[in-house]
Protein backbone atom coordinates (compact mmCIF):
# COMPACT_ATOMS: atom_id res chain seq x y z
CA UNK A 1 0.00 0.00 0.00
CA UNK A 2 0.89 3.96 -0.76
CA UNK A 3 2.30 5.36 2.68
CA UNK A 4 1.89 9.08 3.19
CA UNK A 5 3.73 11.07 5.00
CA UNK A 6 4.02 15.05 5.94
CA UNK A 7 6.01 17.42 7.40
CA UNK A 8 6.38 19.32 9.58
CA UNK A 9 4.08 17.60 12.22
CA UNK A 10 2.98 21.06 13.76
CA UNK A 11 4.40 24.34 13.28
CA UNK A 12 3.52 27.73 14.54
CA UNK A 13 4.00 30.71 12.71
CA UNK A 14 2.78 35.30 12.97
CA UNK A 15 -0.53 36.14 11.35
CA UNK A 16 0.17 37.27 7.93
CA UNK A 17 3.27 34.50 7.30
CA UNK A 18 3.31 32.25 4.58
CA UNK A 19 3.07 28.76 5.62
CA UNK A 20 3.94 25.62 3.52
CA UNK A 21 3.24 22.00 4.09
CA UNK A 22 4.83 19.01 2.26
CA UNK A 23 2.92 15.68 1.95
CA UNK A 24 4.87 12.82 -0.15
CA UNK A 25 3.46 9.59 -1.61
CA UNK A 26 5.42 6.13 -1.14
CA UNK A 27 4.54 5.67 -4.96
CA UNK A 28 3.47 7.95 -7.58
CA UNK A 29 -0.15 8.69 -7.39
CA UNK A 30 -0.16 12.02 -10.13
CA UNK A 31 -2.25 14.55 -8.72
CA UNK A 32 -5.01 12.05 -7.27
CA UNK A 33 -4.08 13.86 -4.17
CA UNK A 34 -6.63 16.40 -2.00
CA UNK A 35 -5.93 18.57 0.86
CA UNK A 36 -8.67 18.71 4.17
CA UNK A 37 -8.49 21.21 7.17
CA UNK A 38 -9.95 20.09 10.14
CA UNK A 39 -10.53 23.10 12.93
CA UNK A 40 -10.99 21.63 16.23
CA UNK A 41 -13.62 19.72 17.00
CA UNK A 42 -15.43 20.18 13.48
CA UNK A 43 -15.86 18.06 10.75
CA UNK A 44 -13.13 17.97 7.96
CA UNK A 45 -13.25 20.26 5.24
CA UNK A 46 -12.27 19.91 1.72
CA UNK A 47 -9.53 22.65 0.49
CA UNK A 48 -8.04 21.50 -2.60
CA UNK A 49 -8.53 18.40 -4.72
CA UNK A 50 -6.39 17.10 -7.83
CA UNK A 51 -3.72 18.82 -6.13
CA UNK A 52 -4.31 22.21 -7.10
CA UNK A 53 -7.97 22.78 -7.73
CA UNK A 54 -9.16 24.85 -5.01
CA UNK A 55 -12.82 23.90 -3.80
CA UNK A 56 -15.22 27.04 -4.29
CA UNK A 57 -15.63 29.22 -1.40
CA UNK A 58 -12.05 28.66 -0.36
CA UNK A 59 -10.27 31.69 0.19
CA UNK A 60 -7.54 32.00 -2.44
CA UNK A 61 -4.98 32.17 0.33
CA UNK A 62 -4.67 28.52 0.24
CA UNK A 63 -3.26 27.01 -2.82
CA UNK A 64 -1.85 23.46 -4.02
CA UNK A 65 0.64 22.09 -6.00
CA UNK A 66 2.83 18.85 -6.87
CA UNK A 67 2.34 16.09 -9.08
CA UNK A 68 3.73 12.53 -8.53
CA UNK A 69 4.85 11.67 -5.26
CA UNK A 70 5.56 15.05 -3.87
CA UNK A 71 2.70 17.86 -2.78
CA UNK A 72 2.66 21.17 -1.32
CA UNK A 73 -0.07 23.22 0.60
CA UNK A 74 0.54 26.62 0.84
CA UNK A 75 -1.42 29.52 2.99
CA UNK A 76 0.04 32.86 1.40
CA UNK A 77 -0.93 34.70 4.36
CA UNK A 78 -1.69 33.17 7.63
CA UNK A 79 -4.96 34.11 9.43
CA UNK A 80 -6.05 33.09 12.95
CA UNK A 81 -9.12 31.58 11.23
CA UNK A 82 -6.88 29.28 9.37
CA UNK A 83 -5.45 27.85 13.29
CA UNK A 84 -6.34 23.57 12.11
CA UNK A 85 -5.16 20.54 11.12
CA UNK A 86 -4.44 19.77 7.59
CA UNK A 87 -4.37 16.40 6.05
CA UNK A 88 -3.46 15.45 3.00
CA UNK A 89 -5.20 12.28 1.26
CA UNK A 90 -4.48 10.15 -1.61
CA UNK A 91 -7.34 8.65 -3.74
CA UNK A 92 -6.16 7.47 -6.84
CA UNK A 93 -7.37 3.98 -5.31
CA UNK A 94 -8.46 2.03 -2.08
CA UNK A 95 -6.50 1.99 0.34
CA UNK A 96 -7.65 5.84 0.18
CA UNK A 97 -4.80 7.11 3.27
CA UNK A 98 -4.82 9.93 4.65
CA UNK A 99 -1.41 12.02 5.88
CA UNK A 100 -0.69 12.16 9.74
CA UNK A 101 -1.75 15.36 9.62
CA UNK A 102 -0.01 18.68 10.52
CA UNK A 103 -1.15 21.13 13.32
CA UNK A 104 -1.13 24.87 12.60
CA UNK A 105 -1.25 27.44 15.23
CA UNK A 106 -0.15 31.36 15.51
CA UNK A 107 3.05 32.72 17.39
CA UNK B 1 -27.95 21.25 -0.78
CA UNK B 2 -25.95 17.67 -0.66
CA UNK B 3 -26.42 16.49 2.63
CA UNK B 4 -25.07 13.52 4.69
CA UNK B 5 -26.88 13.24 8.35
CA UNK B 6 -25.27 10.80 10.60
CA UNK B 7 -27.21 8.86 13.36
CA UNK B 8 -26.32 9.72 17.28
CA UNK B 9 -23.77 8.94 19.52
CA UNK B 10 -23.28 5.07 21.02
CA UNK B 11 -21.98 3.68 24.12
CA UNK B 12 -21.24 -0.32 23.81
CA UNK B 13 -19.83 -2.39 25.98
CA UNK B 14 -16.49 -4.51 24.63
CA UNK B 15 -17.20 -7.21 22.25
CA UNK B 16 -20.59 -5.63 21.12
CA UNK B 17 -22.07 -4.19 17.20
CA UNK B 18 -22.73 -1.09 16.46
CA UNK B 19 -25.06 0.20 13.31
CA UNK B 20 -24.05 3.88 12.44
CA UNK B 21 -26.29 5.26 9.65
CA UNK B 22 -26.10 8.41 7.07
CA UNK B 23 -29.05 9.28 5.27
CA UNK B 24 -27.85 11.22 1.68
CA UNK B 25 -30.10 14.02 0.72
CA UNK B 26 -29.71 16.65 -2.13
CA UNK B 27 -28.46 14.45 -4.94
CA UNK B 28 -28.85 11.09 -6.64
CA UNK B 29 -27.76 8.75 -4.30
CA UNK B 30 -26.73 5.61 -6.45
CA UNK B 31 -24.43 8.13 -8.32
CA UNK B 32 -21.25 8.60 -6.14
CA UNK B 33 -20.15 6.05 -3.48
CA UNK B 34 -19.78 6.46 -0.06
CA UNK B 35 -16.88 6.12 2.52
CA UNK B 36 -16.32 5.95 5.60
CA UNK B 37 -13.29 7.68 8.16
CA UNK B 38 -12.60 7.21 11.62
CA UNK B 39 -11.06 9.55 13.78
CA UNK B 40 -9.95 8.32 17.32
CA UNK B 41 -9.75 11.13 20.08
CA UNK B 42 -6.57 13.01 19.10
CA UNK B 43 -5.41 11.19 16.55
CA UNK B 44 -5.45 11.07 13.04
CA UNK B 45 -8.22 10.46 10.22
CA UNK B 46 -8.17 6.54 9.57
CA UNK B 47 -10.20 5.21 5.88
CA UNK B 48 -12.31 2.44 6.53
CA UNK B 49 -13.87 1.26 3.53
CA UNK B 50 -16.01 2.17 0.86
CA UNK B 51 -19.33 0.89 -0.23
CA UNK B 52 -21.43 1.50 -4.16
CA UNK B 53 -24.80 2.33 -3.18
CA UNK B 54 -25.80 1.45 -7.02
CA UNK B 55 -24.86 -2.23 -6.48
CA UNK B 56 -23.78 -2.60 -2.93
CA UNK B 57 -20.30 -3.59 -3.64
CA UNK B 58 -17.44 -2.82 -0.81
CA UNK B 59 -14.40 -2.33 -0.16
CA UNK B 60 -12.64 -2.76 3.16
CA UNK B 61 -9.48 -1.40 5.03
CA UNK B 62 -7.43 -4.39 5.49
CA UNK B 63 -7.50 -3.38 9.37
CA UNK B 64 -11.20 -4.16 9.50
CA UNK B 65 -11.58 -6.78 7.25
CA UNK B 66 -13.66 -9.74 8.85
CA UNK B 67 -15.13 -6.71 11.65
CA UNK B 68 -16.69 -4.16 9.53
CA UNK B 69 -19.84 -4.50 7.51
CA UNK B 70 -21.15 -1.68 4.98
CA UNK B 71 -24.48 -1.81 3.59
CA UNK B 72 -27.29 0.52 1.73
CA UNK B 73 -30.72 0.79 1.43
CA UNK B 74 -32.09 2.45 -1.97
CA UNK B 75 -35.26 3.14 -0.35
CA UNK B 76 -34.17 5.35 1.76
CA UNK B 77 -30.93 7.20 0.49
CA UNK B 78 -29.32 5.70 3.34
CA UNK B 79 -26.18 4.11 3.77
CA UNK B 80 -24.45 1.87 7.10
CA UNK B 81 -21.58 1.08 8.87
CA UNK B 82 -21.60 -2.23 11.13
CA UNK B 83 -18.30 -2.53 13.60
CA UNK B 84 -18.24 -6.15 15.39
CA UNK B 85 -16.10 -7.25 18.28
CA UNK B 86 -15.75 -3.98 19.92
CA UNK B 87 -13.14 -2.99 22.20
CA UNK B 88 -11.77 0.20 23.86
CA UNK B 89 -9.50 1.43 21.04
CA UNK B 90 -12.30 1.60 18.69
CA UNK B 91 -13.40 4.69 20.60
CA UNK B 92 -13.62 7.52 18.07
CA UNK B 93 -16.12 10.05 15.96
CA UNK B 94 -17.46 7.89 12.98
CA UNK B 95 -17.75 10.31 9.84
CA UNK B 96 -19.18 9.69 6.55
CA UNK B 97 -18.22 10.83 3.30
CA UNK B 98 -19.50 10.94 -0.54
CA UNK B 99 -16.84 10.33 -2.99
CA UNK B 100 -16.88 13.17 -5.70
CA UNK B 101 -16.14 10.78 -8.21
CA UNK B 102 -17.49 10.02 -11.78
CA UNK B 103 -18.20 7.32 -14.52
CA UNK B 104 -16.73 7.41 -17.64
CA UNK B 105 -18.59 6.57 -21.15
CA UNK B 106 -17.68 2.88 -20.70
CA UNK B 107 -18.98 2.92 -16.99
CA UNK B 108 -15.45 3.05 -15.24
CA UNK B 109 -15.59 4.41 -12.09
CA UNK B 110 -12.88 6.93 -11.38
CA UNK B 111 -12.64 7.63 -7.63
CA UNK B 112 -12.61 11.53 -6.20
CA UNK B 113 -11.95 13.84 -3.33
CA UNK B 114 -14.27 13.04 -0.09
CA UNK B 115 -17.03 15.64 -0.29
CA UNK B 116 -19.49 16.63 1.91
CA UNK B 117 -18.77 14.98 5.11
CA UNK B 118 -21.34 13.97 7.65
CA UNK B 119 -21.30 15.14 11.24
CA UNK B 120 -19.70 12.34 12.84
CA UNK B 121 -21.31 10.11 14.96
CA UNK B 122 -19.23 9.64 18.71
CA UNK B 123 -18.96 5.75 19.42
CA UNK B 124 -17.84 5.13 22.83
CA UNK B 125 -16.94 1.24 23.79
CA UNK B 126 -16.45 1.19 27.83
CA UNK B 127 -16.91 -1.47 30.20
Known amino acids: DIQMTQSPSSLSASVGDRVTITCRASQGISNYLAWYQQKPGKVPKLLIYAASTLQSGVPSRFSGSGSGTDFTLTISSLQPEDVATYYCQKYNSAPFTFGPGTKVDIK | QVQLVQSGAEVKKPGASVKVSCKAS????????MHWVRQAPGQGLEWMGIINPSGGSTSYAQKFQGRVTMTRDTSTSTVYMELSSLRSEDTAVYYC????????????????????WGQGTLVTVSS
Open chain 2, 97 to 116: ARDKGYYDSSGYYYYGWFDP
Open chain 2, 26 to 33: GYTFTSYY
